[in-house]
């Protein structure tokens, strides 16, 4: 039976989500994090409680390619018990998602998965999002203004990254419940912020990698000016070398910003550019090509830090 979860369906949602997710022990935090979260959380259910498959959809506020913000259904924490698989349970929960995205007023749906497939056949499509990666670029100086971000540096932080992306196509408005529970929740002890200033120490950037595995993997940066992003990285490459890495792979847009700062973090001459289709959407109650239109827009970025 596929019905919206209730409250009593909590300990059943848990344990699916720690079966299915080993790598995610934050999941049951960051699905309470949103008023409403059971209506929008969607279960294939027997008759005994035990719950075999679950879908969220989490509702966001994502700027188009005009920088204009849109209610987007944001689904995630999919998860399906092995044995009940190729049951077409998912697609059951999908359609039931979508309809509620619709009635709730989403421009359209968007997810990210390493396993298209399984949304494709219910009307999601693939999109290319960019990267480039390679060799570290050879050893350098730490810059002096560099420096890992603290807990005081939030206030200066929110403001930075709010100001960098206020026009950003694709980007996710920020409450402050984001930043108190969503954002800390994806960036949390496995990644190293860093903050760089200027002499008076104000913030001109904010950058967020994962190290580990013999790289490391810029996934936000927001910046005041154009030099900033430069010494984040190359910050990033001296702290990232003595972790015992020896490539790089960024994930923001390419821009000239970006590209001219990218011989501080990758080797010059040895990049290689490319792009992941890990990212599919939907179009809802916007146009497709409205939709497409902001996901390939100049400079377009959906952070890691506001994944569902």
Known sequence: MIRTATPADEPALHAL???CFDDAPHLPALHALDDGHHHRTFVAARHDGTLDAVVVYVPRTVRDAHGIPHRVGGIGSVATRPEARGRGLVRGLLAAATATM????CAWSLLFTDTPRVYGSS????FPRPYAEGPLAEAQDAPTRV???LPDDIDAVVRLQAEANARRPLSCVRSADDWRGRVPSWYGPDTLSLVTEDPEGAMRGWLVARTGGGAADVLEAAVADEGALGELYA??????????????RTRLPVTPVAER????????GAVTHGTD???MYRPLL????SVERTLGAAGAAYWYGDSF
């Not at 910050?235 to 790089?248: C, E, F, P, Y």
Request: proline content about 5%; hydrophobic content about 45%.
């Open 147 to 149: 420096r890992a971000a």
């Open 123 to 126: 009307g999601w499509r693939t």
């Open 261 to 268: 700062a990218l011989p501080r973090l990758v080797r010059s």
């Open 235 to 248: 910050g990033l490459a001296v702290r990232a070398r003595a972790a015992g890495a020896s490539r790089a």
């Open 286 to 289: 916007a146009p497709a090509r």
């Open 17 to 19: 989500w720690a079966d």
């Open 102 to 105: 619709l009635t709730e007023g």
């Open 277 to 279: 289709t890990t990212g």
